[in-house]
């Protein structure tokens, strides 16, 4: 499974250079799989294993890799990996830009996906937000000042 | 699928990674300068085309009227982490050599992991968001091509 970029095929395991992923940390691998495969059309390549590997399912562009959390490890020492603690409190996050967000809000919520509200135009932009399980938001946008 | 410059899909969608930062500028150095991205769009929000999707940096604040009980605000305790970037690379060791010559701190050198599925290191950003750096263990490669 492969996504193409100009002259560039990008793979997982990816074969040189490198693969942008998104990771989150998640109370349950296969219902987090099973949400990003039925709502997004995402492609499950991997649910992990009871030894610790994470769950890798490829969404459009690029992969999600998913796994419980944990830690500290050895590779950071001062680091320990969590659901998100409050989910009002957020610094990074999932952002999906798409061609109609009309559209894809009506299909992803008839696929059980939950939007905080319905789309609404900001900043030269129409935006809403999806909670997936963990309560991790997750931006929908579609921009209308970038061409 | 062929990427475009700018994250404008004309069909489907593109996933992006955002991230609430202090200091346009400084992250952009660090995602451009040392990540090898490519500029797209300079601040408010800014743009950079990063392999095969895009870093999307902004300041933090609200709540706006599309998510009106959350606050974006940079990271306010490095020691917990829910999400974060995730770079798969083909070989580690170039990798950390690189990113690290042109001044990115690592946590630690890449050590293997007991999960025997790969070797691993970790960035901080200017923000000190963590960036994981992995490359998989033959082991996890023959997995995924045997479930491929």
Aim: charge should be negative; proline fraction near 7%; hydrophobic fraction near 35%.
């Amino acid at each position: 499974m492969s996504v193409q970029v100009e002259q560039k095929s990008y793979e997982m395991p990816p074969r040189d250079g490198f693969t942008f992923t998104h990771f989150i940390t998640v109370a349950d691998i296969d219902r987090s799989a099973d949400f990003y495969e039925k709502v997004f059309g995402g492609r499950i390549l991997s649910r992990g294993d009871s030894k610790g590997a994470s769950g890798h399912i490829q969404i459009a562009n690029t992969w999600l890799i998913v796994n419980v959390g944990g830690g500290p490890t050895p590779d950071k020492p001062s680091v320990t990996l969590s659901v998100p603690a409050d989910p009002d409190q957020v610094s990074s996050f999932l952002n999906i830009r798409v061609a109609d967000i009309q559209a894809c809000y009506k299909l992803w919520k008839s696929r059980g996906a939950e939007f905080i509200t319905e789309p609404k135009e900001k900043y030269g932009e129409i935006r809403c937000y999806i909670r997936d399980p963990d309560g991790y938001i997750i931006e929908v946008g579609q921009s209308t000042d970038l061409t | 699928m062929n990427l475009p410059n700018a994250p404008t899909a004309h069909e489907g969608f593109f996933a992006c990674h955002f991230f609430t930062v202090r200091d346009q500028e400084k992250s952009r150095d660090f995602y451009v300068r040392i990540l090898g991205g490519k500029l797209v769009k300079p601040e408010n929000p800014c743009y950079i085309k990063l392999e095969n999707s895009w870093i999307i940096l902004n300041c933090g604040g609200g709540p706006t009227p599309d998510k009106p009980e959350v606050v974006l605000e940079t990271p306010p305790d490095l020691s917990r982490v829910s999400s974060f970037l995730n770079l798969r690379v083909a070989d580690i060791q170039a990798c950390y050599k690189e990113w690290r010559a042109k001044g990115a701190f690592f946590i630690t050198e890449p050590l293997p992991n007991p999960d025997g599925w790969e070797w691993r290191c970790y960035m901080r950003d200017p923000d000190g968001y963590i960036i994981e750096v992995g490359q998989y263990t033959q082991l996890a490669i023959d997995w995924f091509n045997s479930h491929s």
